[in-house]
Every structure is written in C-alpha cells, then in structure tokens.
C-alpha cells in the first residue's frame, strides 16, 4: 500500500481531475490538499475548490468557502466577494447582504485592476436598485 501522498501532489491530481470534468473526484482531492498545503497555495486552491463545490451543487458549502476566503483577508481580486454575492443575491434571495459584500469588496485595495472596480460598482448599482435604494452620492 502506497504512502500518503503530499499535499502538492493532491493539489496536482486535483486540478487535473477538475480539468477532466471530475468534479466530485477534484472535490475530494482539493480537499485533501487543503489538509495540508502550503500557505502559498492555499488561496487559489481554496478559490478552485470553492467553484467545483458551486459546480457539484454544494452551494452551501461553496458559500463557506467564499467567507472563509473573505474572513482571512485573502481576496485581494474580490471573487470570493463576487462569488458570495452572487449566492446571497440569487440563491438566497438576500439582495441586501449582497449588496454588503459587494460594499466590502470595494473597500479592498484593489486598485490594480480596475476592470474589478468597474465590475463591483456595476453589480452595486444594480443591487441598490432592485432594493429601491439611491446609488451612493445620488441626491446629496
């Protein structure tokens, strides 16, 4: 019987099952791969773990995911923000909250790429107005 395998190779397996379209197979890879990894890694893993889990329907857990991202400060591109608010707005149904993680992620430093600020201020706007609310600075 083969020794255990390290989180490196895991990560490796993972991404090439993800790639095959094996996505309850990569689930199981990543996260074991997160068992273990490298701090290095562990954002990207965590974010492609987060979208098989989304695509296997593990919406929920894909959600926890996301936040934990989140919680860490480790979302300096803004998709685990992107993705949560995605979830809240659609499957949830909590425009709101939506519209709160989308606030946060604009409070990010992410002025390196502003297309991501261009897309986080569209997505505002449009939550503000499905909850009936003026886009910041209107009416002042």
């Given at each position: 019987?083969?020794?255990?395998?390290?989180?490196?190779?895991?990560?490796?397996?993972?991404?090439?099952?993800?790639?095959?379209?094996?996505?309850?197979?990569?689930?199981?890879?990543?996260?074991?791969?997160?068992?273990?990894l490298p701090g290095e890694y562990?954002?990207?893993?965590?974010?492609?773990?987060?979208?098989?889990?989304?695509?296997?329907?593990?919406?929920?857990?894909?959600?926890?995911?996301?936040?934990?991202?989140?919680?860490?400060?480790?979302?300096?591109?803004?998709?685990?923000?992107?993705?949560?608010?995605?979830?809240?707005?659609?499957?949830?149904?909590?425009?709101?909250?939506?519209?709160?993680?989308v606030r946060q992620a604009l409070?990010?430093?992410?002025?390196?790429?502003?297309?991501?600020?261009?897309?986080?201020?569209?997505?505002?706007?449009?939550?503000?107005?499905?909850?009936?609310?003026?886009?910041?600075?209107?009416?002042?």
């Amino acid at each position: 019987r083969p020794g255990p395998v390290h989180p490196l190779d895991q990560l490796g397996a993972a991404r090439f099952l993800e790639m095959r379209g094996l996505h309850r197979e990569a689930e199981v890879a990543y996260a074991r791969a997160l068992a273990g990894l490298p701090g290095e890694y562990r954002v990207e893993t965590m974010r492609r773990y987060g979208f098989v889990l989304k695509r296997l329907g593990e919406y929920e857990r894909a959600r926890e995911v996301w936040a934990g991202l989140i919680q860490v400060g480790d979302d300096w591109e803004a998709v685990a923000h992107v993705e949560l608010a995605k979830d809240l707005e659609h499957r949830r149904r909590d425009p709101s909250a939506a519209a709160q993680v989308v606030r946060q992620a604009l409070s990010l430093d992410n002025q390196r790429m502003p297309a991501v600020g261009e897309a986080l201020r569209y997505r505002l706007a449009r939550l503000e107005r499905k909850l009936g609310e003026a886009p910041d600075g209107a009416g002042s």
